[in-house]
């Protein structure tokens, strides 16, 4: 924009340059589609090595071709894949959480198919901000290690609700958040209304005593906007806790949008109730911002005052044994050597034990313990102290006023605490307490998805399953609106060399082939294992039910290869051969650019140590004309590709993209022109546009001529660009369209090298 002037001096303006620089994109990154023996189904997810391969889906597979193509692409080469896993009745473990009434509250499922869902436990504590009302879930993946079963991976998540208009409710927060499981919402009703009690016993004396100093407070009812409201206005005209009681039940009331809401005396202490039931039912009170009253009165959780929320009876039992809670530890009646049995046993489905204890750990209260934490370091130390399974491991907590006893979590599934003796009743911990207090209950160490027996609040689930390979060509090729199989990779932002490790179905290879076209990419097809002679390979080229894969894109080489087998004790093994030749590919493009066929004595096949038929000469020379790519072995060089030709690229077509090379360069202009002009749409269109753009491609075909990627000693003999009124009229600028013509003259490879001898003949001087 022009610089607006006003005072007499020196103005400064930045002026666009008009300059856009075009990104090349990359060339190499595969796209593997088939059955590995674990990982996610449908789901589009990218490897860096093979490591990482191993870590998601299981590494090497004797079902699993994609699983060796895999191995072979990053061999060779291979920087970057996405892996597609199709497999037939796959299933992600699950398991049921309870709530205290016994009814599904929770239904968590791992994130993924596979029986690896069946080493995951879950754990739950209320050692939260708020225990009262919230949980913790944890969330562990179990392995051995050195004989020994640990913890491969763990997730924490804290402060979670049941209250679905919570920022912290469960199953939004721990989907959005955990890599191991998904939540479902059991669809358990809450019943109870929230309320809040004050944590003081009022006199009338507080009352009258509030000041124009304390008479606000903060008010949220039902997940509602946080209100400050005022008890009264200039001075204070409170003359007791029953007008307080009136009036904080009036002015909550007199809140927009509640209704309903009724405040209790019980001698001295105020209680807030919402007039409504269910999970979304709330009481917060909170200090007000200024002339603050929550305070003096012992309103809101921050000032003494307990708050139950609707969502509470809905959320998941805790892990173990859970004691009634004790407000007054002072009021106990302890003695030296009071005994606390706890028995490891199994749980039915209601909570109960069954049958006799597996073990027991008797902890003598010596010295008579002065408050709840040092009875619960005394447990702690005893049942560490046994060495016993289930008991070395064990964790005691203290949450709310209230022991807790969590069993070793690699304990047998099923399994919980059971106390007694006159230490534990004391401690809470044998149950009988009068409400409110009347907080125990016996539970499972944890919660075990797809084998967990229904035991204590855990119903049993449904197994993890790894499925099976798929039979079905519909499984491969999948669904475009659901986003699975082949179209899982819409979720793949680029990839250039799509494969389907050892598969040969004429209908997947076929939408393959389509879906490749789409993506601007080649498909390497692995042909059928029983096409092992010159005249299988021949006849397979020329059936016509395989016309639908003489694509420009579409690339095929013969013989398959045979590597050894890791899981076969290295025994020979015959393998498809589109893994080795994209990693090959990548390779290429790496050392020599995608222009360079990858083909030749340098296009050595890592790993090869045979073919499953060796071609002469004569034979490479029947194969060559039709357009299939032949694979070698040669004295020193080993066994190369020998070959560099498209489906299209037999002789009798006389197609202009017979050659790989030819064609890989062009989809690769035709991506990266395609990401580097965006900014060109709705610019005005006019000159000064089509000269960006002219500069623009222009500087991105030089770069590539200056790299040696096109034929031509000049930029002109190499490429062009053209941008202009000739190659937009003023009717394409009226229907929005500006056309640029781009041309480039590709190298191609030398096939046959003709070296032509004569003899020099003698001369005599006459």
Same mark, same amino acid.
């Given at each position: 924009?022009?610089?607006?002037?006003?005072?007499?001096?020196?103005? +400064?303006?930045?002026?666009?340059?008009?300059?856009?620089?075009?990104?090349?994109?990359?060339?190499?990154?595969?796209?593997?589609?088939?059955?590995?023996?674990?990982?996610?189904?449908?789901?589009?997810?990218?490897?860096?090595?093979?490591?990482?391969?191993?870590?998601?889906?299981?590494?090497?597979?004797?079902?699993?071709?994609?699983?060796?193509?895999?191995?072979?692409?990053?061999?060779?080469?291979?920087?970057?894949?996405?892996?597609?896993?199709?497999? #037939?009745?796959? /299933?992600?473990?699950?398991?049921?959480?309870?709530?205290?009434?016994?009814?599904?509250?929770?239904? *968590?499922?791992?994130?993924?198919?596979?029986?690896?869902?069946?080493?995951?436990?879950? @754990?739950?504590?209320?050692?939260?901000?708020?225990?009262?009302?919230?949980?913790?879930?944890?969330?562990?993946?179990?392995?051995?290690?050195?004989? $020994?079963?640990?913890?491969?991976?763990?997730?924490?998540?804290?402060?979670?609700?049941?209250?679905?208009?919570?920022?912290?409710?469960?199953?939004?927060?721990?989907?959005?958040?955990?890599?191991?499981?998904?939540?479902?919402?059991?669809?358990? !009703?809450?019943?109870?209304?929230?309320?809040?009690?004050?944590?003081?016993?009022?006199?009338?004396?507080?009352?009258?005593?509030?000041? !124009? %100093?304390?008479?606000?407070?903060?008010?949220?009812?039902?997940?509602?906007?946080?209100?400050?409201?005022?008890?009264?206005?200039?001075?204070? %005209?409170?003359?007791?806790?029953?007008?307080?009681?009136?009036?904080?039940?009036? $002015?909550?009331? !007199?809140?927009?949008?509640?209704?309903?809401?009724?405040?209790?005396?019980?001698?001295?202490?105020?209680?807030?109730?919402?007039?409504?039931?269910?999970? /979304?039912?709330?009481?917060?009170? $909170?200090?007000? *911002?200024?002339?603050?009253?929550?305070?003096?009165?012992?309103?809101?959780?921050?000032?003494?005052?307990? #708050?139950?929320?609707?969502?509470?009876?809905?959320?998941?039992?805790?892990?173990?044994?859970?004691?009634?809670?004790?407000?007054?530890?002072?009021?106990?009646?302890?003695?030296?050597?009071?005994?606390?049995?706890?028995?490891?046993?199994?749980?039915?489905?209601?909570?109960?034990?069954?049958?006799?204890?597996?073990?027991?750990?008797?902890?003598?209260?010596?010295?008579?313990?002065?408050?709840?934490?040092?009875? $619960?370091? /005394?447990?702690?130390?005893?049942?560490?102290?046994?060495?016993?399974?289930?008991?070395?491991?064990?964790?005691?907590?203290?949450?709310?006023?209230?022991?807790?006893?969590?069993?070793?979590?690699?304990?047998?599934?099923?399994?919980?605490?059971?106390?007694?003796?006159?230490?534990?009743? #004391?401690?809470?911990?044998?149950?009988?307490? *009068?409400?409110?207090?009347?907080?125990?209950?016996?539970?499972?160490?944890?919660?075990?998805?797809?084998?967990?027996?229904?035991?204590?609040?855990?119903?049993?689930?449904?197994?993890?399953?790894?499925?099976?390979?798929?039979?079905?060509?519909?499984?491969? +090729? =999948?669904?475009?609106?659901?986003?699975?199989?082949?179209?899982?990779?819409?979720?793949?932002?680029?990839?250039?060399?799509?494969?389907?490790?050892?598969?040969?179905?004429?209908?997947?290879?076929?939408? =393959?082939?389509?879906?490749?076209?789409?993506?601007?990419?080649?498909? +390497?097809?692995?042909?059928?294992?029983?096409?092992?002679?010159?005249?299988?390979?021949?006849?397979?080229?020329?059936?016509?039910?395989?016309?639908?894969?003489?694509?420009?894109?579409?690339?095929?080489?013969?013989?398959?290869?045979?590597? @050894?087998?890791?899981? /076969?004790?290295?025994?020979?093994?015959?393998?498809?051969?589109? =893994?080795?030749?994209?990693?090959?590919?990548?390779?290429?493009?790496?050392?020599?650019?995608?222009?360079?066929?990858?083909? =030749?004595?340098?296009?050595?096949?890592?790993?090869?140590?045979?073919?499953?038929?060796?071609?002469?000469?004569?034979?490479?020379?029947?194969?060559?004309?039709?357009?299939?790519?032949?694979?070698?072995?040669?004295?020193?060089?080993?066994?190369?590709?020998?070959?560099?030709?498209?489906?299209?690229?037999?002789?009798?077509?006389?197609? #202009?993209?017979?050659?790989?090379?030819?064609?890989?360069?062009?989809?690769?202009?035709?991506?990266?022109?395609?990401?580097?002009?965006?900014?060109?749409?709705?610019?005005?269109? %006019?000159?000064?546009?089509?000269?960006?753009?002219?500069?623009?491609?222009?500087?991105?075909?030089?770069?590539?001529?200056?790299?040696?990627?096109?034929?031509?000693?000049?930029?002109?003999?190499?490429?062009?660009?053209?941008?202009?009124?000739?190659?937009?009229?003023?009717?394409?600028?009226?229907?929005?369209?500006?056309? +640029?013509?781009?041309?480039?003259?590709?190298?191609?490879?030398?096939?046959?090298?003709?070296?032509?001898?004569?003899?020099?003949?003698?001369?005599?001087?006459?």
């Amino acid at each position: 924009m022009a610089v607006s002037v006003s005072y007499p001096g020196v103005y +400064i303006q930045e002026v666009p340059s008009g300059s856009r620089a075009i990104a090349a994109v990359p060339t190499s990154i595969a796209a593997f589609i088939g059955y590995t023996a674990r990982g996610p189904v449908d789901e589009a997810r990218q490897v860096f090595s093979f490591a990482d391969f191993e870590r998601a889906f299981g590494g090497l597979d004797l079902d699993s071709d994609l699983s060796y193509a895999v191995s072979h692409f990053f061999l060779n080469g291979g920087g970057t894949a996405w892996i597609v896993r199709v497999a #037939e009745g796959a /299933q992600a473990a699950s398991v049921s959480l309870e709530a205290a009434n016994g009814s599904v509250t929770l239904v *968590a499922e791992a994130s993924s198919e596979g029986v690896w869902g069946n080493n995951l436990i879950l @754990s739950v504590d209320y050692a939260t901000a708020d225990p009262v009302n919230s949980f913790n879930l944890t969330v562990a993946e179990l392995g051995e290690r050195n004989g $020994r079963l640990v913890a491969l991976r763990t997730e924490t998540h804290r402060n979670l609700s049941m209250n679905d208009l919570a920022p912290t409710y469960a199953i939004a927060a721990v989907n959005a958040a955990s890599d191991l499981i998904r939540l479902t919402d059991g669809g358990l !009703a809450g019943t109870i209304n929230a309320s809040s009690t004050s944590g003081e016993t009022l006199t009338n004396a507080d009352v009258t005593g509030l000041t !124009a %100093d304390t008479r606000r407070l903060n008010v949220s009812i039902d997940g509602g906007p946080s209100t400050e409201i005022r008890l009264f206005d200039a001075a204070n %005209d409170l003359a007791d806790v029953a007008a307080l009681r009136a009036r904080l039940e009036q $002015r909550i009331n !007199a809140i927009d949008g509640v209704t309903g809401v009724t405040v209790t005396n019980t001698a001295g202490v105020l209680s807030v109730v919402s007039g409504s039931s269910g999970r /979304q039912s709330s009481v917060i009170l $909170r200090n007000a *911002a200024s002339q603050n009253a929550a305070a003096v009165l012992g309103l809101g959780t921050v000032n003494g005052g307990h #708050e139950i929320a609707g969502a509470r009876e809905t959320r998941p039992v805790a892990s173990g044994t859970t004691g009634d809670r004790i407000p007054d530890f002072s009021a106990l009646g302890l003695s030296l050597n009071d005994p606390v049995n706890i028995h490891l046993v199994n749980l039915t489905a209601a909570g109960a034990v069954s049958g006799a204890a597996i073990a027991t750990v008797t902890v003598l209260l010596n010295p008579v313990p002065a408050s709840l934490g040092a009875a $619960r370091a /005394q447990i702690q130390a005893g049942l560490a102290a046994s060495g016993l399974p289930g008991f070395a491991g064990a964790r005691v907590e203290i949450v709310d006023d209230t022991l807790v006893l969590i069993p070793a979590q690699a304990s047998v599934p099923g399994q919980g605490f059971d106390c007694d003796g006159a230490g534990a009743a #004391e401690l809470g911990l044998t149950g009988g307490a *009068a409400a409110p207090d009347n907080t125990f209950i016996r539970n499972i160490a944890a919660w075990q998805p797809g084998i967990g027996l229904s035991a204590g609040s855990q119903q049993a689930g449904t197994p993890g399953s790894d499925g099976a390979p798929p039979a079905a060509d519909a499984t491969f +090729i =999948g669904d475009r609106t659901a986003k699975t199989g082949t179209f899982a990779l819409e979720d793949a932002d680029l990839f250039n060399i799509l494969l389907y490790p050892g598969t040969h179905s004429i209908p997947v290879l076929a939408a =393959g082939v389509a879906y490749a076209e789409e993506r601007r990419s080649m498909l +390497i097809v692995d042909i059928d294992p029983n096409v092992d002679t010159l005249t299988e390979a021949r006849d397979w080229v020329n059936d016509a039910a395989n016309t639908s894969l003489k694509s420009n894109n579409a690339v095929a080489y013969f013989p398959r290869i045979r590597l @050894s087998d890791p899981l /076969q004790n290295g025994r020979l093994r015959s393998f498809p051969n589109s =893994g080795l030749m994209a990693g090959l590919w990548a390779r290429t493009d790496g050392a020599r650019g995608i222009w360079k066929a990858p083909a =030749g004595i340098e296009a050595g096949l890592r790993g090869v140590q045979a073919l499953d038929y060796v071609l002469t000469d004569q034979e490479n020379g029947v194969l060559n004309p039709l357009g299939l790519n032949c694979i070698r072995s040669f004295p020193v060089f080993g066994t190369v590709s020998w070959g560099a030709r498209t489906l299209v690229g037999a002789d009798a077509r006389a197609s #202009e993209w017979k050659y790989v090379p030819v064609r890989r360069v062009a989809l690769f202009i035709e991506e990266s022109l395609y990401r580097g002009t965006q900014f060109a749409v709705f610019e005005p269109n %006019d000159e000064p546009l089509w000269a960006q753009i002219r500069l623009a491609v222009g500087s991105f075909l030089q770069n590539m001529f200056r790299q040696g990627a096109f034929q031509g000693a000049t930029p002109r003999e190499a490429f062009f660009v053209k941008c202009d009124s000739s190659t937009t009229t003023q009717a394409d600028i009226d229907l929005g369209i500006v056309n +640029i013509h781009v041309g480039f003259a590709p190298l191609k490879p030398a096939e046959f090298v003709v070296i032509s001898i004569q003899q020099i003949a003698g001369q005599s001087q006459v």
